[in-house]
């Protein structure tokens, strides 16, 4: 039984660092911790990778992630490549999959 939730949000012009690009995901999970996870986020620019993050915890219930950088006009879209692990009682004891976001357009 899975209750987490892994989400990539959509590429974006940065707020706080005006000449950047960022993207931000994550994965929550509840009402239980998961014992591991392994989050990696790529952002892409014009379909090639352009940024990268990684984060691997354990026994929590948020992993977040993000990426940025400098902001070039283009078409962009993130992965979030992931791997959870919930515990050796769990049927399934694992789950892995990928999550893409749409391909948006940024003006720079």
Known sequence: M?????????P??????PENVNVTGGMTCAPYPV????LSLQLYYN???YAYDDSYLSDVY???VQAA???LSGNYYATIEFWIY???TW?????DSEVTSPVVAITC
Do not use: R
């Not at 974006?12 to 660092?17: D, I």
């Not at 014992?35 to 392994?38: F, L």
């Not at 049927?91 to 789950?95: A, E, G, Q, Y």
């Open 91 to 95: 049927t399934p004891s694992t789950w």
């Open 35 to 38: 014992v591991q996870s392994d």
């Open 86 to 88: 919930f515990g050796p």
């Open 62 to 64: 948020v992993n977040p």
């Open 69 to 71: 950088t400098p902001c």
């Open 12 to 17: 974006h012009n940065s707020t706080h660092v």
């Open 47 to 49: 379909g090639e990778s």
């Open 2 to 10: 899975n209750y987490c939730n892994v989400q990539v949000n959509n």
